[in-house]
């Protein structure tokens, strides 16, 4: 297997037992948690949400209470120095232009295994990202 300590590793998390393994797997691989970048991607709010529409939060507040969290949930020593990235938007495609940034060397998946009906009605964020991303990509099942 091809070493992955001379390039970024981007490790999407969704806060999942599964994620948390495919972080993981990617601090293993880059040899390092130096070398990798964990990233929470949420949705923006819509317009039309109470919370928007009572101007009860905002995405910048998101954006800090996830970037808290992720600081939180990834603290402990095997995870010092791993770089936190927190996005708004379609978590596919921001998965995949993070990777073009940091021009990653391989992005790893975590996969929730859902059955077809609920993979036919929500989508795979694993799947857009293998279909549009430029590195390779480790897709971790349970």
């Known amino acids: 297997m091809r070493n992955f300590s001379d390039v970024p590793v981007i490790a999407p998390t969704d806060f999942s037992v599964e994620s948390d393994r495919g972080v993981?797997?990617?601090?293993?691989?880059?040899?390092?948690?130096?070398?990798?970048?964990?990233?929470?991607?949420?949705?923006?709010i819509l317009i039309v949400e109470p919370v928007v529409v009572y101007d009860t939060i905002s995405d910048e507040e998101r954006r800090a209470n996830l970037e808290l969290a992720l600081r939180e949930r990834y603290s402990s020593p095997e995870y010092e120095g791993v770089n936190l990235e927190v996005r708004i938007g379609d978590p596919?495609?921001?998965?995949?232009?993070?990777?073009?940034?940091?021009?990653?060397?391989?992005?790893?998946?975590?996969?929730?295994?859902?059955?077809?009906?609920?993979?036919?009605?929500?989508?795979?964020?694993?799947?857009?990202?293998?279909?549009?991303?430029?590195?390779?990509?480790?897709?971790?099942r349970k």
Not at 24 to 44: D, F, S
Not at 110 to 134: C, D, K, N, Q, Y
């Open 24 to 44: 993981v797997t990617a601090i293993e691989l880059a040899g390092t948690a130096k070398h990798v970048t964990v990233i929470h991607v949420t949705p923006p």
């Open 92 to 140: 596919g495609s921001e998965i995949v232009k993070l990777a073009k940034e940091k021009k990653a060397g391989l992005i790893v998946m975590p996969s929730h295994g859902r059955t077809f009906l609920t993979h036919l009605l929500l989508g795979s964020v694993a799947e857009r990202v293998v279909r549009t991303a430029e590195c390779p990509v480790l897709v971790v």
